[in-house]
């Protein structure tokens, strides 16, 4: 009976890593429904190889793009609305878990599906536009070369599809 209890405490113990990457259970954000995590809601396949995470300047470039394209966006009148209701701490960390993993990082994506999370946000290609062009101000403040800017920006264009609803 004693062992019993041992092999479930370890067994629970072994899935908490697991539960942990849920977002209901990271600190600082608002709770969502239970969702599969898979690397394929990150919308798109990664990069082979590690060339493009690099001319990103690994996770601290990636990291700084990110703040620096949501702060331009939040700031933007033509889309400020859109975050006024978002989680900015769990959006924050699932784009930057998304572009690491996409550019051949060693992360993997926890977030949910593209269709998922954009779902109820009735987003038009305008708002989609002001959001790329924020991105693309923010990778040519970090350095991006702009050939490098553009493979990830066509390895991204495909989710527009998933993300703009109206």
């Not at 403040?141 to 390895?155: D, K």
């Amino acid at each position: 009976m004693f062992g019993k209890i041992i092999l479930t405490a370890a067994v629970a113990l072994i899935a908490l890593p697991a539960a942990a990457q849920e977002a209901h259970h990271r600190p600082g954000e608002e709770a969502v429904d239970p969702y599969t995590v898979s690397d394929a809601n990150a919308g798109a396949a990664p990069f082979a190889g590690t060339a493009m995470f690099d001319a990103f300047h690994g996770q601290a470039g990636i990291d700084r793009i990110v703040d620096d394209m949501l702060d331009r966006s939040v700031a933007d009148p033509r889309i400020a609305l859109i975050f006024e209701r978002t989680d900015m701490v769990r959006l924050r960390r699932t784009l930057k878990e998304q572009f690491a993993f996409i550019l051949g990082g060693p992360s993997s994506y926890t977030g949910r599906s593209m269709e998922d999370a954009h779902d109820d946000l009735g987003l038009q290609p305008a708002d989609m536009g002001a959001l790329v062009e924020h991105l693309q101000d923010a990778m040519a403040a970090e350095g991006v070369p702009f050939h490098t800017q553009n493979r990830f920006l066509a390895r991204l264009a495909p989710m527009k599809r998933d993300v703009v609803t109206r």
